[in-house]
């Protein structure tokens, strides 16, 4: 059986510095935030460098994961002015794996009041399944428990009853993807304080409370994979991911337009269309040859036809992932589109065609001040705001863990970080 991945313990002394480490198939971001004199987090430096050494959210060659991950780390430090020691990284990838299970117990105390060992054992029963060995547990997410058939309690401590039943929501990922990436953030030179969902953190950055209340979907569009989170009524129900992202539509774009990848990748930047029929017929773009041929002028119309069909795969990949579960028809709140690839023109369009829902562009507040706020950002700062929370004195914690959250101080400090 896989174990939950054990949390650092860190004492950073009386100012302490929060570090989001989003290391992605395509970038690498690090926001470093502060709390300042009134007590909220401000960010003081964010660094981005390209990434190398991964493909589809997994380490495929160390050394240069090592190389990327110290070069975005430094470009914060510089800007912040401080040095970088512990990190909170998100983690992606086809290998994670989500489920709900629910555990039922019978209250211990003769009064028949719940305490905080009844969350604590009904939490640990509901978890208990066989998880292959190659495999570990990186979150426990309470959603809900359920006193004598009452249910939609989020908190039954000091209740009265004498059945208790929890529903949570279990994370799970490969053992192997998982070392590896920590084993490159250690040879960075850097701590690891804990392995965290990226669509669970990104989800801090740019959903209000209110979708989660009605039902939401999060599709955090990065460049080697799409992750998905459901919420509703407050909780996570649903995590997954889809194999695909941004580099697939570059990669298309590289075959359709006998050009080089990092061409493509800059005229999809720079020109890229997921619908078609926004782009004009005869607007025209430039494409720079191969090992020196000739630039070529193509429409730019039909540069989004080879977009769109891959989007809309991206797209339909993720309503299928959405309707696995029952939760999937209760988005009454719509579709949040993040991550880097969600900033294509007319993707938003594109995607309430597809999802049949109502879908937002969701970027977090801007973390420099007179810029926008961007989209590529939302893990890092969802990653430091899931920090801070679980180090904030306000519900009880003293930051540990172990990645269950044991009795009402883990309740409390569960729902407070993510609902």
Known sequence: MGSARK???VDMGVTRSYVGLDIGTTKISVVIAEPDDLGNLKVVGVGMAPSHGLRRGVVVNLDETVTSIRRAVAEAERMAGVSVKVVWAGIAGEHIRSLNSRGVITVSRRDA????????????????????EDREVFHVIPQEFTVDSQGGIKD??????????????????????????????????LKLAALVLEPLASAHAVLAREEKDLGVALLDLGGGTTDLALFYEGSVRHT????????????????????????????????GCALAALVPVHEMIEVPGVAGRPTREISRHLMATMIEPRVQEILTMARREMHRTHFGDRMTAGVVLTGGASLMPGLVELAEEVLDLPVRRGAPEPLIPGEAGDPRQATGLGLVRYAWLRDHDEYGMNGNGDGIFRGLAGVRRWFSEFF
């Open 113 to 132: 009041e719940i305490g905080p060992a009844d969350v604590d054992r009904v939490i640990e029963v509901a978890r208990t399944m066989d998880i292959p």
């Open 156 to 189: 039954p401590v000091g209740m009265s009853g004498v059945r208790l039943e929890a529903d949570v929501h279990v994370v799970t990922g490969g053992m192997t993807p998982a070392r590896n990436l920590s084993r490159a953030i250690e040879r960075a030179g």
């Open 240 to 271: 997954g991911v889809v194999g695909l992202g941004g580099v697939n539509i570059t990669n298309d774009l590289a075959v359709g337009l006998r050009t080089g990848v990092e061409q493509a990748e800059e005229i999809k930047i720079r020109h």
């Open 7 to 9: 949390e650092v313990k």
